[in-house]
């Protein structure tokens, strides 16, 4: 295992040969990182590992090391993760850069991210900023960002740089748009991550205020890639009230601790049906459980999204309702949420 995390060396692409001959094992291994004692480390357990197979009698461990490429570092306060190999790069124009996560799928993450996004745009655009936000959308096996925004079509190509797609003034970049809607994605690892270094630094993003980082539930490939790939800002973590979600969801955060992304605050998805006639609430999915992962992970709640129709058909349709009924109540939530986010990067 890659010193710190819970996956091995070959998945993170790091072995880039190995030979046996005579008994001997000869591996050799490529990593980026400013960390003087991850090679040491790897050396040790790698050539305890080996001579443990059963018909090696020799083992020679050859590490070769890059440094990360320097980079302007964020502001006091801003944050900036790194995890294995980490070259703490910024995305090029991009200012903030913020991922949205969950321990466990279904609990309405992309359509989080998309109507975060729009809030988030709606924000700056009080301030005088257009076209200020832009969404990545990582989760490649999966992605339904295009879906929930109303895009589609092949992004174009200038020289070396992808230009992504834009609606609602909301830049996007998805592996929707790069594959054939019935082509699963069948993919290990090292694909994967030169994926998400090509959304990162192949894509002609322009100038942004923030990045909303879709990634899949987990903490696989991606997640791992991403942390690698660029100095995030920090995490927002996702969650549905009952026990099931969030404590996959506390568990599934502390991953970005081990890579010193900060927490920036918990969102409680699916928190209530709330009765238009009378107000009077339901909690289907139970009550407490943002506020249990907020605490566990010592942060803030951001906010607790109802159930509302109006946010599944906006979805469907391709008009987050936070563009499509910006001042009903579902939108009001969104924009609250925003807020308190800006709120962790204001000085």
């Given at each position: 295992m890659y010193p710190g995390f819970s996956r091995d060396i070959v998945s993170f692409g790091l072995v880039r040969e190995v030979t046996v001959e005579n008994g001997c094992a000869k591996i050799s291994l490529a990593l980026t990182t400013g960390d003087p004692k991850v090679p040491s480390q790897l050396k040790m357990t790698v050539d305890k590992t080996v001579a443990a197979v059963e018909g090696i009698s020799e083992v020679e461990t050859l590490i070769t090391v890059s440094r990360p490429k320097a980079q302007p570092q964020p502001a006091a306060g801003a944050g900036g993760g790194g995890g294995a190999g980490a070259a703490q790069n910024k995305i090029p124009g991009v200012r903030r850069t913020v991922a949205i996560a969950s321990g466990k799928g279904g609990v309405g993450?992309?359509?989080?991210?998309?109507?975060?996004?729009?809030?988030?745009?709606?924000?700056?655009?009080?301030?005088?900023?257009?076209?200020?936000v832009g969404i990545m959308d990582c989760d490649l096996y999966g992605p339904s960002v295009p879906l929930m925004i109303g895009l589609n079509g092949q992004p174009k190509v200038d020289g070396e740089m992808i230009i992504p797609l834009e609606n609602f003034g909301i830049r996007v970049m998805s592996m929707g748009f790069l594959i054939d809607p019935e082509t699963p994605v069948i993919w290990r690892g090292p694909m994967v991550a030169?994926?998400?270094?090509?959304?990162?630094q192949n894509v002609a993003w322009g100038e942004l205020e923030i990045m909303v980082i879709d990634l899949p539930p987990g903490t696989?490939?991606?997640?791992l890639s991403l942390a690698q790939t660029i100095a995030l800002d920090g995490a927002v973590v996702v969650t549905t009230p009952q026990t099931a979600a969030w404590n996959v969801a506390r568990r599934g955060a502390?991953?970005?601790?081990?890579?010193?992304?900060?927490?920036?605050?918990?969102?409680?998805?699916?928190?209530?049906?709330?009765n238009p006639s009378?107000?009077?609430?339901?909690?289907?999915f139970g009550r407490g459980g943002g506020e249990k992962t907020?605490?566990?992970?010592?942060?803030?709640?951001?906010?607790?999204?109802?159930?509302?129709?109006?946010?599944?058909?906006?979805?469907?349709?391709?008009?987050?309702?936070?563009?499509?009924?910006?001042n009903g109540q579902p939108a009001q939530v969104f924009r609250s949420i925003a807020r308190k986010l800006l709120e962790t990067f204001d000085d």
């Open positions: 993450k992309s359509t989080f991210a998309v109507n975060l996004a729009c809030a988030l745009d709606q924000e700056f655009r009080e301030r005088g900023r257009k076209n200020a030169k994926t998400i270094s090509q959304f990162t696989g490939d991606a997640q502390m991953m970005f601790e081990k890579v010193n992304v900060p927490i920036l605050g918990v969102a409680e998805n699916m928190s209530y049906l709330e009378n107000g009077q609430r339901t909690y289907l907020a605490q566990a992970l010592n942060t803030q709640l951001l906010g607790q999204v109802p159930l509302f129709e109006e946010i599944r058909e906006g979805g469907d349709n391709g008009i987050p309702v936070v563009i499509g009924s910006p």
